[in-house]
Nanobody
Framework: QVQPVESGGGWVQAGGSLRLSCVAS????????MGWYRQAPGNQRELVAS???????NYADSVKGRFTMSRDNAKNTLYLQMNSLKPEDTAVYYC??????WGQGTQVTVSS
């Protein structure tokens, strides 16, 4: 498998929005595991949102109602729309396409 590539991170003030993109090398419908994780300094990598091939999604309690994951099969791309961002959301965000197949991450920094 080829690593997915994340983009869309950056600096934003609290209350702002960002949309992250993750581009895969093939049809994302074929992946049994897809989703977003994040890791802040000193913390473990934690689930943000995940989706199965059947369309079932799971969100961390801390992001429910603020983050939305979606996909575009034609573009082989997974998205994470992040609204009402908080300083606590500051982390490196990683995309996963298939078990253990991580991207290199994109930094999200939210200032107060």
């Amino acid at each position: 498998q080829v690593q997915p590539v994340e983009s869309g991170g950056g600096w934003v003030q609290a209350g702002g929005s960002l949309r992250l993109s993750c581009v895969a090398s093939g049809s994302i419908f074929s992946y049994s595991v897809m989703g977003w994780y994040r890791q802040a300094p000193g913390n473990q990598r934690e689930l943000v949102a995940s989706i199965a091939s059947g369309g079932w999604t799971n969100y961390a309690d801390s992001v429910k109602g603020r983050f939305t994951m979606s996909r575009d099969n034609a573009k082989n791309t997974l998205y994470l729309q992040m609204n009402s961002l908080k300083p606590e959301d500051t982390a490196v965000y990683y995309c996963i396409m298939g078990p253990g197949n991580w991207g290199q991450g994109t930094q999200v920094t939210v200032s107060s």
